[in-house]
């Protein structure tokens, strides 16, 4: 029921039946022969105020004095401006509109250059459209008219797309010019919708000059800008892909507190600085608390607004997480804010930055085995995409080393790995095997980690998975080698049935046969297809060369180093034991000796004097192989072709030795003549066990 009076001020809304009755008397004649500009003030009329009240005195007013509703509205419309003239059509009065807002728009600080370099960027975007020599003077051009006026630019809309392209075709000089003259507003620009992209454009040349006029405005309101919409992407894009290692440092630093803002803002500067949060514990341990509780509070900010892909934000975490110890308070708190990220957006960006998944594989190895079970279900729909990442993939392999349930981790991850369907198991089996950072996500079960599978330059990730492997000491259960097995057994299958379906995609490359080799050694399940399958993509004459028609000619697989080395290692079948000493064969035997030889029989002699000598002795050597005698009869009939070969250069020793010859002699000293190697190697071991 509503209220006997209402509040002054306040609406009421009329019932459906009711009618609001106009209060003629404060209503104001309106003249319709005259338009805004030409109306006057009137006058006041006494006689006509006593008129109006004794109308509304008696509840009405006179017909001839009145106005109709239409009139009205035309009325109060032409007093707001948006109607003209009677007898004027449509047209003319949108006509009239344009040239207000045109003469408004003229009236504007810097109109008539803005709108020329608004002409001069229509004609310059259209790169492919324009000579070089008149994108040239349309550049010059530009650069008159900006010059000195930059700042008045670029932060107008519309015409900060005309400096980006000044700066795209401009000198070095010029871009340095610009920077200069932008010096003490970048900080504002960060800010700006459009202008943000501008640092950018002038980053991007990766110029020393201009990185140290920008970045150091920074320094001092980090922790205001990346809570900022606009500045916060753009100021994590410098840190990530311009700044130097030293900038990078101070702008980490004022993550730690208001005290290291004032530090860089009072030009209070290390001459080492480091954003190395244990050190500056270490140097002032005092401080840990305020510096903790800042760098959690910023932490925190950024998650609960959703920012969660910045790098910065990664390597903080990566700090804060460094400087806690396991089932601390401090500890479980990180650990909590992590998993209560209700979207998931925080651990999935975090695995694809360096610090990031260094910090995703470190909680998976610290956490319960019901909280690795969350962080796994976190990742559901994106363990493709982490496994051809340079960082995202040691996620997965961590996952490996740690979850005890096997189970789990293998319905989990694998069949997003290699997919559903036969066709799209090899499809993505075969582009795994040749991606550098994918094909550690199949073959570290076999490998481990062995130098071939992590060279050198995975050096990283060789130091995160060792540490992971001493956590797991404490925090799983289950034995190393079990877990291993009970993963290869769930994966194998779709790796030998992706071998057996495309074995010449496969041993086309080195990755790809190296690929083969572990799975068919060291995998689980019948191999038997896979094996045939392998073998006959050695078949054929291996001197024919491959079609000239094809896109990708595809050299036969005795041509190939790694081919050879392939066959070489199935028909051994099994891995060398540096301990031991020797090979030790795999259970059950492959006998691969038996089924690649009916295949290449007819071409043996190819093969014993080619690149892929090294087969045919090890054919002789492999214990199980049941047609060895008669393979040395073959060779024996053809032992003046194996001398000849055994003595006379291959092909890639005289491209060696034409390439020593025609090196300029001060260049690099090679071997001496006398110490390169002449003959097929091959075939000299042949001719001693014939």
Request: proline residues 4%; positive net charge; aromatic residues 6%.
């Amino acid at each position: 029921m509503a209220p006997s009076s209402a509040s002054v001020g306040s609406k009421r809304k009329a019932g459906q039946n009711s009618k609001a009755k106009p209060d003629y008397s404060k209503s104001k004649k309106v003249r319709l022969s005259e338009t805004k500009s030409s109306r006057k003030p009137a006058e006041e009329d006494p006689e006509s105020d006593s008129a109006d009240v004794s109308d509304s005195e008696d509840g009405g007013a006179k017909l001839e004095n009145g106005v109709s509703k239409k009139d009205s509205k035309n009325a109060n419309s032409a007093s707001n401006g948006k109607t003209f003239e009677r007898g004027q059509t449509s047209r003319e009065s949108h006509a009239k509109q344009k040239q207000l807002a045109l003469e408004r728009r003229a009236a504007k600080p810097l109109a008539d250059e803005v709108q020329r370099t608004k002409k001069l960027w229509e004609r310059l975007r259209r790169k492919s459209h324009v000579p070089k020599e008149e994108r040239q003077t349309l550049v010059d051009e530009l650069f008159t008219i900006i010059t000195g006026r930059i700042k008045e630019f670029v932060l107008k809309h519309d015409a900060v797309r005309a400096v980006q392209t000044a700066i795209k075709y401009s000198t070095p000089e010029q871009r340095k010019q610009i920077a200069r003259e932008l010096k003490g507003t970048y900080a504002q620009l960060a800010e700006s919708r459009y202008a943000k992209f501008l640092i950018g454009k002038l980053l991007v040349q990766n110029d020393d000059e201009i990185r140290d006029i920008i970045i150091p405005e920074f320094y001092g309101k980090v922790r205001k800008l990346i809570n900022h919409a606009e500045a916060s992407w753009i100021l994590d894009d410098i840190y990530r892909g311009a700044a130097t290692k030293e900038q990078k440092a101070y702008l980490l630093r004022e993550w730690y507190g208001p005290e290291f803002s004032l530090r860089e803002l009072t030009k209070d500067k290390d001459a080492n600085p480091t954003a190395d949060l244990k050190k500056i514990i270490e140097a002032e341990p005092s401080k840990r608390g305020p510096i903790m509780k800042s760098l959690a509070d910023m932490i925190n900010s950024l998650v609960q607004k959703k920012l969660t892909g910045f790098t910065m934000l990664h390597d903080a975490m990566l700090e804060y997480f460094s400087s806690t110890q396991p089932e601390t308070e401090e500890f479980n708190e990180f650990l909590e804010m992590v998993k209560g990220d209700e979207t998931g957006d925080l651990l999935k960006n975090m695995a694809f930055t360096r610090s990031g998944a260094k910090v995703s594989c470190l909680l998976l190895a610290y956490s319960s085995a019901k909280d690795r079970k969350q962080i796994l279900k976190i990742y559901k729909d994106t363990f493709l995409l982490m496994s051809g990442d340079p960082n995202a993939h040691l996620v997965i392999l961590t996952a490996y080393d740690v979850i005890d349930d096997t189970k789990l981790s293998s319905k989990a991850i694998f069949p997003e790995l290699l997919g559903e369907g036969d066709d799209n198991i090899t499809q993505n089996v075969v582009a795994a095997a040749n991606n550098p950072f994918a094909r550690t996500t199949i073959l570290y079960l076999f490998e481990g980690l062995s130098k071939s599978l992590f060279p050198a330059s995975h050096s990283f990730s060789v130091e995160i998975l060792e540490q992971v492997r001493e956590i797991r000491k404490k925090t799983s259960k289950k034995d190393e080698d079990v877990r291993r097995n009970e993963l290869i057994a769930a994966l194998s299958p779709g790796l030998i049935t992706a071998i057996a379906a495309a074995p010449s995609d496969l041993t086309a490359t080195a990755f790809g046969c190296q690929f083969v080799t572990d799975v068919l050694l060291s995998g689980a399940g019948d191999k038997s297809k896979a094996l045939e399958a392998i073998a006959q993509s050695a078949s054929g004459n291996p001197k024919e060369e491959p079609a000239e028609d094809l896109i990708t000619p595809q050299p036969h697989i005795s041509s190939t180093s790694f081919g050879g080395r392939m066959l070489k290692s199935l028909i051994q079948g099994g891995k060398y034991d540096k301990a031991a000493g020797k090979i030790i064969p795999v259970e059950p035997p492959l006998q691969f000796a038996d089924i690649l030889y009916p295949v290449i029989q007819e071409h043996i002699l190819d093969w014993a004097t080619g690149p892929s000598s090294f087969v045919v002795v090890g054919l002789l050597e492999a214990g199980d192989f049941s047609k060895a005698s008669a393979l040395k009869k073959i060779l024996k009939k053809n032992k003046s072709a194996l001398e000849k070969a055994a003595t006379e250069e291959t092909a890639e020793q005289k491209a060696a030795r034409e390439a020593e010859e025609a090196a300029p002699k001060g260049g690099k000293k090679g071997k001496k003549k006398g110490e390169r190697p002449v003959g097929n190697s091959g075939c000299k071991l042949l001719l001693e066990k014939l």
